[in-house]
């Protein structure tokens, strides 16, 4: 089970419990740019880096996305997503307006099946109902082959371990 935490307060999260040496589930999530299906998981034939954030209205998870978008253009054979509860409009004006374009951010309002399948989802405390911060990375042949949580959810992800893992 994940362990984290808001502002030094343990959170509960809820789901399936997928650590690396899993195979990925195959779950869908909505596109913000399009509203159109996104596939997260399973074998796709590139590497997934897919980070799970709160909600991009927040400053950590919007730096967190700014991030990984000016760095995901150098990772060679890698789709890079990001994942929030949020609206797929909030998150498309929040792409529009940060320059995001170099990622693929989606959204797990629908059903929660990402937050569910991948064990993410905070279901104690004031964010309940959204994601934990983590971040996965799938190989190819849709293992899990890194997994960071993040130990406090208002701090950042160790960006170069990620970053590395999925190369």
Known sequence: ??????????????GTDIQ??????????????DLSD?????ATGKKQLVVAVPSLDTPVCATETRTFNSK????????????SMDLPFASK????????SDLTVASDFRNKDF?????TLISSGP????????????????TVTYKQVVPEITEEPNYDEALEAAK
Do not use: H, W
């Open 38 to 42: 996104v596939q997260v998981g399973g």
């Open 1 to 14: 089970m994940i362990k984290t935490a808001l502002k030094g307060n343990e959170v509960e999260v809820a």
């Open 20 to 33: 690396v040496g899993d195979k990925a589930p195959v779950v869908t999530v909505v596109n913000s740019e």
């Open 127 to 142: 964010l309940a109902g959204v994601s934990a911060r983590v971040i996965f990375v799938i190989d190819e042949n849709g």
């Open 115 to 119: 937050s569910n399948a991948y064990g």
């Open 72 to 83: 995901a253009a150098a990772l060679e054979n890698v789709d890079v997503i990001t994942v």
């Open 93 to 100: 004006r929040f792409c529009s307006a940060e320059g995001i």
